[in-house]
């Protein structure tokens, strides 16, 4: 006997843009740090990587648990889960933070480093801020994308350290 199950595609809003079941919403050069997982008898939830601004590699955050690397024990990553929403934080800096919303989808505000060292940030703004690990802002070609809909892709948004983009990717 086949059994059918349907279930509603994952909805993720990012830097104000929508994406739907797309696995990866933000990968910097090879690295996912951004991603929608699928768990059994859970559903969707989300994955981010997280590193420190030296790329040493500290933390997978899955949903609300955070699974720390030994030298992300050390550096002291906690998760905190405000009343609608989860805070990943470290040194009493919030890297991240997770808005629940209604049905699959959450909204995610982020300030993650990459592994080389790179920082991206993004709040409400039309496009994540990438700032290089010399302080200075890489720029993506007068890049300006807000209130899109990237459906059905492998890649949402795919930031390069040479300065390049790729939107909805594969």
Do not use: W
Request: with cysteine; net charge negative.
């Amino acid at each position: 006997m086949t059994k059918l199950i349907f279930q509603t595609s994952p909805q993720v809003t990012f830097a104000t843009n929508e994406f739907i079941n797309v696995p990866t919403i933000l990968q910097f050069d090879d690295t996912p740090l951004i991603s929608v997982v699928s768990e059994q008898d859970l559903g969707y939830t989300s994955e981010f990587s997280i590193y420190h601004p030296d790329g040493t590699y500290l933390a997978k955050v899955n949903g609300t648990r955070v699974y720390p690397t030994k030298d992300g024990k050390k550096a002291g990553i906690v998760m905190r889960s405000p009343q609608g929403m989860t805070v990943c934080e470290m040194d009493g800096k919030t890297l991240f933070e997770i808005f629940h919303e209604a049905g699959d989808a959450f909204k995610a505000h982020a300030e993650l480093y990459t592994p080389t060292g790179c920082f991206i940030k993004s709040h409400d703004l039309p496009a994540p801020e990438v700032i290089g690990n010399d302080g200075n802002l890489l720029k993506f070609a007068g890049l300006n994308m807000s209130n899109c809909r990237f459906v059905n892709c492998r890649i949402g948004i795919l930031l390069k350290s040479d300065g390049s983009c790729a939107i909805g990717v594969g």
